[in-house]
């Protein structure tokens, strides 16, 4: 049976079958702080038995950030993050280290994406941003080892 929900984002219903296992998914995610992987999340639900495959959570992974229930970090040669977000466009500062991320805000980003799109004769555009350093405290470890 396929829900009938609307979509966030979108005036069309979803098409995505709502399972336990994709439930589960979800809630796990609603539990969470901070980014997780796939492989992460699936772990954790197995390890409090709930049965889900891996290729069930990379689909529904993919679902909710098709639909924008869930922000995706793609670290450089990593795996690719997920994590509950919150509502509204942002983007993320994220440390290298540890992999704790901070919303930001980038009304500067925002208006040169629009300038940079309209030179280009682009409408409708979309982005994603993610700006990847160290934190304050993998920083201060850092310094506190040398």
Not at 58 to 84: C, I, N
């Amino acid at each position: 049976m396929r829900t009938g929900d609307t979509t966030p984002g979108t005036a069309e219903p979803s098409t995505v079958r709502n399972t336990r296992q994709r439930s589960a998914v979800s809630a796990i995610l609603d539990e969470l702080a901070g980014f997780h992987s796939a492989q992460e999340l699936h772990a954790m639900l197995r390890q409090r038995g709930d049965r889900v495959g891996l290729t069930t959570v990379y689909r529904t992974l993919q679902g909710l950030a098709d639909s924008g229930e869930v922000d995706v970090m793609r670290p450089p040669g990593g795996e690719h993050l997920y994590r509950r977000c919150s509502q509204g466009h942002h983007h993320h500062l994220v440390c290298r280290s540890c992999g704790s991320a901070v919303e930001v805000a980038g009304p500067a980003v925002e208006s040169w994406a629009e300038r940079i799109a309209a030179q280009h004769g682009y409408v409708g555009v979309s982005h994603t941003m993610e700006i990847f350093g160290t934190c304050p405290k993998c920083a201060a470890r850092r310094t506190s080892t040398t």
